[in-house]
């Protein structure tokens, strides 16, 4: 299983890559807000849930619906507009849903997903399924009162709900130490919700320690929030252009390189960095090619 799960981080950060090359050859149209560096989290959270949990997403989704088993091939054809995308080609890069997975959807409108996700959540409770809801969001989702509202609900009605806030450091392009004042997480608390704070670059560590917060959720009913600490290694959006006074910390960004869960779970099983780029670069052509065949159609 851990071998399968090395597999899905290679192949979220191989499509995301790819997913920007499609871009700039104009075959994928409109923002395309790419996950590199944050892989971790995804697989982490989505490797410990089971088939009927519903996972709600924010525009930056690839790497949540390819984790919960979403097919490739289907989110390619989406993103190119295609009828055979799982979307059927209109939903596009932020708005992607396989419901036969229970991945009920993605959201480019920031925090969007939250209020959504709690009210799927109070329908499985009033219908008294077992299973969780998990909905991923950014920290500039902290800051909208939809967000705010809806940990408040779901305390109150005690929702079997995980939350996942996805800190990348970066609210497009504001700082996220810049819009709040305390850890995220502790907000949650204020709620009377549980909450963690996690290291989104440690694979391992993370994965361990969701596992055992997804069975907590299973058996008591109730809602715990998980702050990630993680990065994103690309701009906002793929066309994102530098600027003369740039809002990216250079420091940080060297900092969460050496921390790349991608290279560093590969060298924990003899991998070489050159030979992981091999790896990654093999599959990234393979979507390239996939998509300028299909974007020809």
Partial sequence: ??????????????????????SKL???????????????????VCANLKKEDGVFSNHRGHGHYIAKG????????????????????LGGSMHIADLKKNIIGSNGIVGGGVPI???????????KKN???????GDGAMNQGAVLESLNIAAIYNLPILL????NFYAYSTKSKDMSKTSLHFRAKGFGIESY??????????NFKIRSIIQKIRKKRKPIFVEY???????????????KKDYIDMSIQKKMINKDPCYNELKKIGFTKNETNHLINKITEVIINFGLKWSKK
Avoid: W
């Avoid at 981080?9 to 499509?15: F, K």
């Fill in 229 to 243: 600490k993680t990065y994103r290694f690309h701009r906002h959006f793929s066309t994102e252009m530098p600027r």
């Fill in 164 to 167: 996942i806030c996805e800190n």
């Fill in 70 to 89: 979403g097919n490739l091939s289907k989110l390619v054809l989406e993103l190119l507009g295609k009828p055979g995308g799982c979307c059927r080609g």
């Fill in 197 to 206: 704070n996690l290291d989104g670059m440690d694979f391992s560590k993370s």
């Fill in 131 to 137: 299973n969780i809801t998990t909905v991923f969001f």
């Fill in 26 to 44: 104009k075959r994928i149209r409109g923002p395309l807000h790419t996950s590199v560096g944050q892989e971790a989290v995804a697989v982490s």
């Fill in 1 to 22: 299983k851990s071998y399968s799960l090395l597999k899905y981080l290679l192949t979220i950060r191989a499509s995301e890559l790819a997913f920007i090359e499609l």
């Fill in 117 to 127: 996700a709690c009210g799927y959540a109070y329908s499985s409770l009033l219908s």
